[in-house]
């Protein structure tokens, strides 16, 4: 038998699902993170979930982890001291960069600049150039390159980046460069930007290789860690990691491309809101996951997510595919407080984390949270996980009365005001990624997950107008299915800077295909068979004059079919949508690219049996929550015992191991023929 276990390291609990690919039987499991090393908390949940399971470590063959560890070194600026080799004359190319300012006119008076993540100190210039089509103009002095190099590993620099003018075109200078530094200084991690990224640009090529070569000792140390420790657990089977845009890569190519994890986590709750969407029939989705410290939105247009050709973390923009998924400083966790000067309530972006927590959650925090306002009003009962987690709810009362008595309002309006101002920022995320797109988020349905998405689903949709809003089954280790259901991926990227109209469609195709090969034997060197490789074109257009491309993807067989006017028919259509208007300048290639996938997991969910009418078979007990400014009479139901065709009125909370969903006075919930919870108005 074969398992694959799916895991998802979050801010405050570390979801493990595994499942059996014969029979599809799957096991969930949820454990504290460990931010010290989140490789104990795995190994925590390694052990519970394949002891429910009643197998052993080493009957995993396939281990799939979704990660926030580079996303966290670029947030906490503990990326690794890099040098940077570059060609005469572009020294400063890091501290140039684009004349982009974020905000609005302030944003020109107050904005302070980020600092680079190659330090001007540890960046030299060297001899040696290439021309605009390839050629060499002159070639590089290896004496000086000797010398600088040793100057680089006396000054202690632990990452290495070489980005030299036009070295998308022809790397070779890049190339020798890297074999004097592999004898020069050996253990240093080396990234070169034509293998990282082989597109014009020297700024983006060189921040995006920068960003590589910052976050690869930290990921090496990372993977290396965790596979000794799985290796030492008795687990053999193959470990893969979650890119950025919701594909798989081996922990090899992890080690050495960790700019395309950088959006690793939230790349799976996407991947498994697919599945989800996929099985229930529901093809046009937004995604809502809350987690404790943030929470992640996405659009899903006919069972596909929106990729975009930048990965933004914090500051830092790179080059680097992603899904369109936008975060917010909002979660279980975010902290409620009142500043001195404006006496108004704010939410978050503060967190209290795994550790302390919420006061509710009794590991030391004093601080009210979202997850406290949500336990004094009723809407998160006192256990969770089962039972195995009693919340402190005087603990919370007395945490949110600080906020009452500063604002001089009741308890119970206190709290409300922390949902409802924690509710309106994941709204602002949602219109983003809708909105701002082009998108009417009417015509989608909002799904709910993470740890506490399905508990505010239901007050959101009613924001957005997108229904229905759904609590997906086990929706707090959705992160973790999708990492579990997702197939691997890779991709290879050309310039190639033309007007349609004088380009030849066949040497276009030619390339494409040349890049297509490269990109097949890289998923073939990792095991996969040539009969499950699936190949995808991608290329960024544009009108001629703008700086801005928009990508976009087409099969090989419509390219061949129906030509480059295929893609520019489908590049007038977006940008209408994007930007309401189109040019009649002419259309203009910027990139290709060769995308190749492996197999599909085709895993259907196990469907529940029909109902027979009567809900009270699930009820655990009644209860009182707060609606409407009064506590109102609501009932708890626990979710493992409802049936396909289920009706559940609110106000009422529906409760499983992993998360609790909360359908609000005004709406009813109805369960569907694979367990999800669709709540519409009643």
């Keep these: 038998m074969s398992y694959r276990l799916g895991v998802d390291v979050g801010g405050t609990f570390t979801d493990l699902l595994l499942f059996d690919q014969s029979s599809g039987n799957f096991w969930r499991h949820k454990t504290p993170s460990t931010p010290h090393d989140s490789s104990e908390g795995i190994l925590n949940g390694v052990g519970a979930i394949c002891e429910k399971a009643g197998i052993s470590p080493a009957d995993v063959e396939f281990f799939l982890h979704g990660t926030t560890v580079a996303t966290n070194a670029v947030l906490e600026g503990k990326g690794a001291r ?78 290495l980046t070489i980005s030299l003018i036009n070295a998308y075109l022809n790397g070779a200078h890049e190339k020798r460069i890297g074999e004097l530094a592999a004898e020069i200084m050996p253990d240093v991690p080396l990234s070169l930007s034509h293998e990282v990224l082989p597109e014009m640009q020297e700024y983006e090529r060189t921040l995006t290789t920068v960003a590589n070569a910052s976050v690869r000792p930290v990921m090496r140390r990372y993977i290396r860690n965790l596979r000794d420790k799985l290796r030492g657990a008795g687990m053999a089977g193959s470990l893969s990691l979650l890119r950025s845009d919701g594909g798989l890569m081996s922990s090899e190519k992890s080690e050495e491309q960790p700019v395309s994890l950088l959006m690793s986590g939230p790349a799976g709750g996407v991947t498994g809101a697919i599945w989800v969407g996929r099985n229930a029939g529901i093809k046009n989705i937004l995604t809502l996951d809350v987690g404790g410290t943030s929470t992640d939105v996405a659009l899903i247009e006919n069972l596909e997510a929106r990729r975009q050709r930048d990965t933004e973390v914090g500051h830092l923009k790179v080059r680097a595919s992603a899904l369109d998924v936008k975060t917010v400083g909002a979660g279980g966790g975010s902290i409620a407080y009142v500043p001195e000067l404006t006496k108004a309530l704010r939410v978050g972006p503060q967190s209290a984390g795994a550790v302390p927590g919420p006061v509710a959650y009794q590991k030391g925090g004093t601080l009210p949270t979202v997850t406290d306002a949500n336990v004094v009003l009723g809407y998160l009962p006192e256990n969770l996980l089962g039972g195995t987690f009693q919340l402190d709810r005087e603990g919370a009362k007395k945490a949110v009365q600080t906020i009452a008595d500063a604002l001089g309002i009741g308890l119970m309006e206190a709290a409300r005001g922390i949902i409802d101002i924690v509710n309106e920022n994941m709204f602002g995320a949602l219109r983003m990624i809708s909105v701002q797109q082009g998108y009417d988020p009417r015509d989608f349905a909002l799904m709910g997950f993470g740890g506490a998405g399905p508990l505010h689903v239901n007050a959101v949709a009613r ?47 030619a390339i494409l295909e040349e890049m297509t090969l490269q990109t097949r034997a890289e998923l073939l060197a990792e095991g996969i068979n040539e009969a499950d490789i699936t190949s995808q074109f991608e290329l960024d257009v544009r009108y001629e004059g703008q700086a801005f491309e928009v990508p976009l993807s087409i099969d090989p067989e419509t390219l061949r079919r129906d030509g480059l006017k295929a893609v520019t028919d489908r590049f007038d259509a977006e940008h209408l949508r994007l930007f309401t208007f189109n040019m009649e300048s002419p259309h203009e290639l910027v990139n290709l690219r060769a995308v190749a996938m492996g197999p599909a997991l085709e895993l259907p969910a196990p469907p529940l049996a029909d109902s027979d009418g009567d809900v009270t078979r699930a009820k655990i007990r009644d209860h009182e929550l707060w609606a409407d400014g009064a506590m109102v009479p609501a009932v708890i139901y626990d979710r493992s015992k409802l049936l396909n065709g289920d009706v559940i009125p609110g106000p009422a909370i529906v409760v499983e191991m992993d998360s609790t969903t909360l359908i609000e006075a005004g709406c009813v919930g109805t369960v569907d023929h694979v367990g999800n919870i669709l709540i519409n108005l009643a």
Excluded: H
């Excluded at 190659?118 to 000797?146: C, H, K, W, Y």
């Excluded at 991926?489 to 349609?500: C, G, L």
């Design 463 to 509: 924001l957005t107008g997108s229904w229905p809003a759904i609590s997906p089954v086990s929706p707090g280790v959705l992160c973790a299915l999708g990492d579990a259901t997702t197939r691997m991926r890779t991709e290879t990227a050309r310039s190639f800077s033309q007007r349609v109209i004088d380009t030849n469609e066949e040497a276009v195709i």
């Design 82 to 159: 890099v040098g940077l080799i570059t060609s005469e004359g572009y020294r400063q190319v890091m501290q140039i960069a684009r004349s982009f300012v974020p905000g609005g006119l302030a944003g020109w008076i107050v904005w302070p600049k980020p600092e680079p993540l190659a330090a001007l100190q540890d960046t030299f210039e060297v001899a040696g150039r290439m021309d605009a089509q390839g050629n060499e103009v002159s070639p590089i002095d290896e004496a000086q390159i000797r010398s600088v190099l040793e100057g680089l590993r006396d000054s202690g620099v632990q990452a």
